[in-house]
């Protein structure tokens, strides 16, 4: 069972930026597609980025031009890179597999307006 560790969440402005991060204990290199959900508060988890082995990525429509999926194999690492991010961006964020097999404790990010 691989173990996800999510990190590089906080409190940021509106049109900041973070880098959030994905460490596995296992190899990740041989996962076809990996992705990162959000869960907002009082709302349901949803599927915001997909890349896949072959390095095709996918995007919610909404945050395609905002946010780039990235994954290091060597490292068995998955980034998410968030800009110009919004109020409506704040939700717990995590990485799994797709579809999601494992889930980690989530990063937290909150953007203020």
């Known amino acids: 069972q691989v173990q996800l560790v999510e990190s590089g969440g906080g409190l940021v402005q509106a049109g900041g930026s973070l880098r959030l991060s994905c460490a596995a204990s296992?190899?990740?290199?041989?996962?076809?597609?990996m992705g990162w959900y959000r869960q907002a508060p009082g709302k349901a988890r949803e599927l915001v980025a997909v890349?896949?082995?072959?390095?095709?990525?996918t995007y919610a429509d909404s945050l395609k031009d905002r946010f780039t999926i990235s994954r290091d194999n060597a490292k068995n690492t998955l980034y998410l890179q968030m800009n110009s991010l919004k109020p409506e961006d704040t939700a717990v964020y995590y990485c799994s597999t797709v579809p999601a097999k494992y889930w980690g404790q989530g990063t937290q990010v909150t953007v203020s307006s």
């Open positions: 890349i896949r082995r072959d390095g095709t990525t």
């Open positions: 296992g190899s990740i290199s041989s996962i076809n597609a």
